[in-house]
């Protein structure tokens, strides 16, 4: 994975700072609405987190879903564990992105990629995404979440997006031609209000 891990980057590694850092930030309410209008989790769905940090999506979804998060940080994973652990039939594991193997990502009806993509390169991201397609359920939906540079976007915006951690923030247009074909339907919502800053998330969705 590709990223900038210097200065304040190195800071949010840690998981309490991270978490404060987004709350501060809105990012609690943001992934509430994200979980609302775009993954739609229903009772009893089995659902692949990649990326799945903290797993504070956890807060936002069905208590009865079977939920498998995987992280590349063991900090975020121990995170995790200590604070889902026992509340459900919840999965954490510590892996690299760029070695998950498709057999090793269970079956499932949705798979959540919350931040990744601008992390990873372009071959690795399709890899991914062709990876959870085939682990995905006939009609399941992947829907990834990241940020992007965009046509009208506020100064301030695109500013914060530039020192982003991540080193492969897309335009709107070279995130759809990451999905690989498997797909029946494909498309990319853009927002930005979702936090309280001025800031750009692009959320696509893919129906298996």
Known sequence: MDQ?????RRVLSAPIVYDTFQSILGGSSARR??????????????????????AELLNFLPKSVHYYGFDLSPDYIEAAKSRFDGRGDYH?????????????IPPCDLAIAFGVLHHIGDDTARTLIGSLRD??????RLV???????????????????RDRGQHVRRAEEYLEL????????????????????????IMECVK
């Not at 594991?93 to 070695?99: G, I, K, M, V, W």
């Open 33 to 54: 609405r994200i979980c609302q209008e775009h993954i739609r989790a229903r009772d009893g769905d089995t659902i692949v987190d990649v990326g799945c940090g903290t």
């Open 92 to 104: 954490f594991r510590c892996a690299d992105l760029n070695t998950l193997g498709p057999d090793e």
């Open 135 to 140: 682990r995905l359920t006939p009609g399941g």
């Open 179 to 202: 999905v690989p074909d498997g797909y029946r339907e494909k498309k990319i919502t853009i927002h930005h209000d979702l936090l309280r800053v001025p800031y750009t998330h692009l």
């Open 144 to 162: 990834t979440i990241d940020n992007a540079f965009v046509e009208g976007q506020s100064f301030i915006a695109r500013e914060l997006i530039r």
């Open 4 to 8: 900038v891990t210097t200065g304040i």
